[in-house]
C-alpha cells in the first residue's frame, strides 16, 4: 500500500533532521581550522587527508590507540556480554527453579534504571579492589546487560523447543551441550541484534569510562574527543581535529552494520511472522 504524501513528507523531515548533523560533519572535516568558521557551512573543501595526517600526529597517534581501546571494550565486552545474555536468558526461559519470577522482576526493574546511576556505586567497589582506571574498570560493568538477558530470554522462548531439549536429554545430552550445540544455533539471529545492540552502547558509552579512567591511553574513543573538544576554546586548531575524529570514530559501526544486516533482517522478519 503507498504512502499517503503526509506520511511520506513526515518520513522525509525525519530523515533531514537524522542526516543533517552526520552531512556536516562529513562536509566540516574537508576544512581546515581558518575555514572551519569562516566559510559556509555546506560548502567542501579539500583538506580531509591533511587533517587525517594531523590527527594521527597528535601526540604520536594517540588518537588510534583510543579507536583500540574501543574496539577491545565493544568487540570484547559485545562478545562477552552477548554469551552471559544467551545463557541467562536461555536459563530463565527453558528451565524452571525456586525464585525464576523474582529474578526476573529485578531483570526487569535493571532495564529501567539508567547506567549512569550505577556507576559510581560501580566505581566505589571496583575502587576498592585496585582495578579502577584499568581496561577492566570499564570491561566488568559491561558485561552484564539487564537489556539483552531480556532480550535472550524471549528469543530462546520462541526459538528453541521444549520437545527438543527433552529429546536430547532423553538421549543422554548434558546440559551445556544442549545450550551450546542445540540452542546457541537457533537462537543465532537474536543473538547477532543483541551483540550489535551492546556493541553500538559499549562504542558510545561516555559516562562509565569517564568516571573509571584518568589515564588518557586508556581512553576510548568518546572520552577522548571530549578530552579534545576542551581544548578547543585555547586552541580552535582543535575543532578540526574532533571533528575529523568524530568522523573516522563512525565508519567501524557503518562497516559492522554492513556485514551483520543480513543477520538481524531475518531476525526482524522472524519476530514480524511471530508477532
Not at 581558518?34 to 573543501?45: D, H, I, K, N, R
Not at 600526529?57 to 545474555?85: E, H, K, Q
Not at 546487560?145 to 528469543?155: H, V
Amino acid at each position: 500500500m503507498p504512502l499517503a504524501p503526509g506520511s511520506t513528507a513526515v518520513l522525509l523531515l525525519g530523515a533531514l533532521y537524522c542526516l543533517l548533523p552526520v552531512a556536516w560533519v562529513v562536509i566540516a572535516s574537508t576544512k581546515d581550522a581558518s575555514e572551519l568558521f569562516s566559510t559556509f557551512t555546506f560548502a567542501p573543501s579539500t583538506h580531509l587527508w591533511d587533517n587525517i595526517v594531523e590527527l594521527t600526529n597528535y601526540r604520536d597517534g594517540l588518537y588510534w590507540r583510543w579507536m583500540l581501546n574501543t574496539a577491545i571494550y565493544a568487540g570484547f565486552g559485545a562478545v562477552v556480554s552477548t554469551y552471559v545474555s544467551a545463557l541467562s536468558g536461555y536459563a530463565l526461559a527453558k528451565y524452571t527453579f525456586p525464585g525464576k519470577g523474582v529474578v526476573f522482576k529485578v531483570l526487569l526493574m535493571g532495564v529501567l534504571v539508567p547506567g549512569v546511576i550505577v556507576a559510581i556505586p560501580q566505581y566505589l567497589l571496583l575502587a576498592q579492589v585496585g582495578l579502577t582506571n584499568t581496561y577492566w574498570s570499564v570491561l566488568l560493568p559491561q558485561l552484564i546487560s539487564p537489556y539483552g538477558i531480556y532480550l535472550a530470554r524471549i528469543y530462546a522462548a520462541a526459538a528453541v523447543p521444549t520437545d527438543i531439549i527433552e529429546s536430547a536429554r532423553t538421549e543422554g545430552a548434558r546440559e551445556l551441550f544442549i545450550f551450546h550445540r542445540i540452542a546457541l544455533p537457533m537462537m543465532g539471529p537474536g543473538l547477532v541484534t543483541i551483540f550489535l545492540f551492546q556493541f553500538v552502547a559499549v562504542w558510545n558509552n561516555f559516562m562509565l569510562p569517564y568516571i573509571m579512567l584518568g589515564n588518557d591511553e586508556l581512553f576510548p574513543i568518546t572520552v577522548g574527543l571530549s578530552g579534545l573538544l576542551n581544548q578547543g576554546a585555547s586552541l580552535p586548531a582543535m575543532y578540526t581535529l574532533v571533528i575529523t575524529g568524530a568522523l573516522l570514530s563512525v565508519i567501524p559501526l557503518i562497516v559492522l552494520f554492513l556485514v551483520l544486516q543480513r543477520y538481524w533482517r531475518v531476525d526482524l522478519a522472524a519476530g514480524a511472522v511471530k508477532a
